[in-house]
């Protein structure tokens, strides 16, 4: 079957969101341990462009396809298959999240977010926020899956900020799942 992407955001319920998640079968990649180890040569830019041996990875199909098997451990990112564990270099966060989905309101908020990569996220205890140092001032990243991050694209930013500013402009933050996820100073 041919990979369809999600639809928009703005057109699915926070429900929806979750089924799509929970069908997406993604790789066991945690279990796998091969023997064979190397070197990729790929490389992920800070802003979310996929290279091989310096030049870029057009086709989303494949990016989609190598995204499904990363992984994080000891330290470094690995694309990962039964037979190889391969670096790859990721110079911030692998993926980045592009749109965002704002259910409710105050402590029954939700918030979903699609990816780069097309995959789906809510935000929860389970795939917490936290404000990361990055180049300039700290900014908030998402647990994706397993120590793999998803830093915010700068309109998202700016969308949760506002919905932050607007809803508590002394404690800057949001929930999402039940639970708080501070903004830190955002003076």
Not at 68 to 97: C, M, Q, W
Not at 156 to 181: D, H, I, R
């Amino acid at each position: 079957m041919p990979y369809a992407p999600p639809p928009e955001l703005a057109t699915l319920s926070l429900s929806q969101v979750g089924e799509l998640i929970a069908a997406r079968k993604l790789p066991p990649v945690g279990d796998w341990n091969p023997a064979i180890t190397g070197d990729s040569e790929m490389q992920i830019l800070a802003d979310g462009r996929w290279l091989h041996q310096g030049g870029p990875i057009s086709r989303p199909a494949m990016v989609r396809a190598f995204a499904s098997l990363l992984r994080f451990n000891d330290g470094g990112h690995y694309l990962v298959t039964p037979y190889e564990k391969l670096s790859i270099i990721v110079d911030d966060a692998p993926f980045i999240a592009v749109e965002l989905l704002n259910e409710g309101e105050g402590t029954s908020r939700n918030l979903a977010f699609r990816l780069n990569t097309d995959d789906l996220v809510i935000l929860d205890a389970d795939h917490p926020m936290v404000m990361r140092e990055s180049i300039g001032p700290p900014l908030p990243y998402i647990n994706v899956r397993g120590g793999l991050w998803a830093k915010l694209s700068r309109p998202v930013y700016y969308e949760m900020a506002e919905l932050a500013l607007a809803e508590n402009p002394e404690k800057p933050g949001l929930y999402s799942g039940g639970t708080f996820f501070p903004f830190g100073d955002m003076a």
